[in-house]
């Protein structure tokens, strides 16, 4: 790094000028509709500063929006409403339709149980020969009053 002897002395650079090639089309110059005032602002140090002042880019106003009316609040909130209803009545009718089959398939399932348990006790009741075994010969000999 080169460090001057001398921090005092200053350069003085000279602006270049640019040189600008002219357009195809004439340039028509255009004037503003007021002259802007020119300002002149004197620094701390002594200097002077002159140019024009830039005022600051106003948005534009925004509009008040109108307010929302009470029938168009009512109008969507019952909106949103009935398609609760809607959603809630598909829900029940689904909830509904599987007690149904529920229901259903639980006395289906009695009737086979059910009709089991009674076919266990004819066929077991005929194998066995009977529900009352009888001794016959005793029952003549008591009806025919033969003693033995």
Partial sequence: MNIPEHPTAVEVHQPQPVT??????PLTPVQ???VPAVAS?????GRVVT?????????EPVGTKPPVSRAA???ALGGV?????CGGLLL??????????????LITLAAVV???????????ASSRGGGTTVNIRKAVFKRNHFRG
């Fill in 20 to 25: 600008v090639h002219p357009p195809a089309a």
């Fill in 41 to 45: 602002v004197i620094l701390p140090d």
């Fill in 114 to 124: 059910f009709g089991g348990w009674i076919a266990v006790q004819v066929f077991s």
């Fill in 73 to 75: 609040v009512n109008v």
């Fill in 81 to 85: 409403g009935f398609l609760a209803v």
């Fill in 32 to 34: 503003p509709g007021s």
């Fill in 51 to 59: 140019g024009y002042a830039v005022n600051p880019v106003q948005p």
């Fill in 92 to 105: 029940l009718t689904s909830l509904i339709a599987a007690l149904t089959a529920f229901v259903t398939q």
